[in-house]
């Protein structure tokens, strides 16, 4: 009793002024309101996730005994799956509602690919992703397709940019001095910059079109909140920085923004032993924040 009081504490201390609402993915998967409160479960472990603009969520889903290469459903706010694509290999990594009405996913396996699946289940669009293939589990994490229709993909140790044609034309490797230089997200911004964190790492570097470094955080810049193996990213239209802390546990933040000289200007946490894997940012009515990278 003493330790669940301690960890409610915990999750109210961390709560501000400038309180966010979000969509929580991970081993728990729910909507967290600005107070801290769980609104909606879905009772599935998830690697991303998004709410849809008709209110429906899509989920890409952990290998399980239904779905054993993982999956990407569409489930209404009562748990009805109304869409699924069933993973093919070893795991689906990412799922995006494209504004096409496809949905683009990352498979991991023998064949690592990416895809884009229209939602009669038909493949729209197929690229292989290169990399090693006696680790599915390392191959790919958070992929996005950018405006100009190329797709931007966290590699292992590398970021790659995909053309349509599935050539490889930007690169960018994790700095040689990480002792484990993973990278998981990867955003890029109209100026040009991406924006990538660096797992075990612990560390978030953005750097320009040609792969110069020209911010960056690291682990003990923010007094009293540790960068703890970096996952998920946000970038947000005033320069401020949202970024999930997986290894995090109570009373560390799971959940930070920052701004861009590093001031932290709001945390999260709760009593779970569970991480936060990715997230989206609601605004007060819970649809997704406009203007947010991620």
């Known amino acids: 009793m003493i330790r669940t009081l301690f960890c409610l504490l915990c999750a109210t201390l961390t709560l501000n002024a400038a ?21 909606w479960k879905y009772p599935a472990v998830t690697r991303d996730g998004y709410i849809l603009p008709n209110g429906n969520l899509l989920l890409t889903l952990s290998k399980t005994k239904a779905y054993p290469g993982g999956a990407v459903v569409e489930v209404t706010r009562d748990q009805k799956v109304v869409w699924e694509y069933k993973g093919t290999q070893s795991e689906v990594n990412t799922a995006v509602l494209l504004d096409n009405g496809n ?14 699946v229209a939602r009669d289940g038909s493949i729209k669009v197929e690229i292989a992703l290169g990399c090693q293939i006696t680790n599915h589990h390392m191959q790919s994490r958070m992929a996005r397709k950018l405006p100009n229709g190329h797709y931007l993909v966290p590699q292992e140790k590398t970021v790659r940019e995909y053309d349509a044609a599935g050539k490889v034309v930007w690169e960018r490797k994790s700095p040689e001095s990480e002792l484990d230089n993973r990278s998981f997200c990867c955003l ?34 923010l007094p009293g909140v540790p960068v703890n193996r970096t996952t998920a990213l946000s970038w947000l239209p005033n320069g401020n920085i949202v970024f999930s802390n997986y290894a995090a546990r109570a009373p560390q933040a799971k959940v930070v923004e920052i701004t861009r000289n590093k001031k932290v200007v709001w945390t999260y946490t709760d009593g779970s032993n569970q991480g936060v894997h990715e997230f989206q940012l609601l605004d007060e009515a819970g649809k997704p924040l406009a203007g947010v990278l991620r």
Do not use: C
């Not at 309180?19 to 609104?39: E, N, V, W």
């Not at 109209?190 to 020209?214: F, P, Q």
């Open 19 to 39: 309180d966010r609402s979000f969509l929580m993915l991970g081993g728990l998967t729910q909507i967290i309101d600005a107070s801290g409160k769980a609104t």
């Open 103 to 116: 949905v683009m996913l990352t498979e991991a396996g023998d064949k690592p690919r990416l895809l884009e």
């Open 188 to 221: 890029r911004n109209a100026a040009g910059h991406t924006l990538i964190s660096l797992t075990l790492g612990n560390h978030i570097i953005e750097v320009d079109a040609s792969g110069k470094i020209v911010w960056e955080l690291r682990d003990g810049e």
